[in-house]
């Protein structure tokens, strides 16, 4: 059985840091690939925020993500998280975590197209205001 369960995201103010975490059941390590994806409010498309493949070492991101937010696999766990870093009023969507089955070793850098993926989580509401 395949389930991704977004939790972390509430109410903060601009600067602030915020850890979002997808936990994956369904998938076994190494052999998938989780992206993170933002839909803003008034929105119907969900943009792409960054990939983690087979590993920690193994990542892309949005350009407006890079060096802000950072994805990272817990290696004694299922969990995939999103820290998000000097957080904007920009940022604020529901972030939804995804994930799709690779051969380990695989780059990532393909995988930022939400109609690839089939197995997504509920989302987690991530809203930055003063």
């Known amino acids: 059985q395949v389930q991704l369960v977004e939790s972390g995201g509430g109410p903060v103010q601009p600067g602030s840091s915020l850890t979002l975490s997808c936990w994956v059941s369904?998938?076994?390590?190494?052999?998938?690939?989780t992206s993170w994806f933002c839909q803003a409010p008034g929105k119907e498309e969900r943009a792409w925020v960054g990939t983690l493949g087979d590993s920690n070492a193994n990542t892309e991101y949005a350009t407006f993500a890079k060096g802000r937010f950072a994805i990272a696999r817990d290696p004694a766990k299922n969990v995939v998280t999103l820290q998000l870093n000097s957080l904007k009023p920009d940022d604020t969507a529901i972030y939804y975590c995804?994930?799709?089955?690779?051969?380990?070793?695989?780059?990532?850098?393909?995988?930022?197209?939400?109609?690839?993926?089939?197995?997504w989580g509920q989302g987690t509401q991530v809203t930055v205001s003063s």
């Open positions: 369904g998938f076994t390590p190494p052999n998938y690939a």
């Open positions: 995804a994930a799709i089955t690779i051969t380990p070793g695989w780059p990532v850098v393909s995988l930022y197209w939400a109609g690839q993926f089939d197995d």
